[in-house]
């Protein structure tokens, strides 16, 4: 399984991006993906998910009402629509898989991307 994200860069403060993670082949009847991030000198943290067989979604406290979750099952894409960002959003987001039927907060994943830069100005 390859995951490979798209679609980071700079934006200002209020401004919005959307974030793509391309899978290859996920060869699992029932996967969920994450969106997580990490800012320099900071923890890695679980930005969404989204779960395969039913579509159920989560979100961090931190970016609820502002970022939202979607997929393209048929183009195997899980895309992440981030609205009103601010520059404590500034990270580098990663997408990642788990075969397994719905997200749970504190899963390890086992297929990453290498990471999308994210950059917001004030």
């Known amino acids: 399984v390859q995951l490979v994200e798209s679609g980071g860069g700079l934006v200002q403060a209020g401004g919005s991006l959307k974030l793509s993670c391309a899978a290859s082949?996920?060869?699992?009847?029932?996967?969920?993906i994450g969106w997580f991030r990490q800012a320099p000198g900071k923890a890695h943290e679980g930005v969404s998910c989204?779960?395969?067989?039913?579509?159920?979604?989560y979100y961090t406290d931190l970016v609820k009402g502002r970022f939202t979750i979607s997929s393209e099952k048929s183009e195997n894409t899980v895309y992440l629509q981030m609205n009103n960002l601010q520059p404590e959003d500034t990270a580098v987001y990663y997408c990642?898989?788990?075969?397994?039927?719905?997200?749970?907060?504190?899963?390890?994943?086992?297929?990453w991307g290498q990471g999308t830069q994210v950059t917001v100005s004030s």
């Open positions: 989204i779960s395969s067989s039913d579509g159920s979604t």
């Open positions: 082949a996920l060869l699992f009847d029932n996967y969920v």
């Open positions: 990642a898989a788990l075969p397994t039927m719905y997200c749970a907060d504190g899963a390890s994943y086992d297929y």
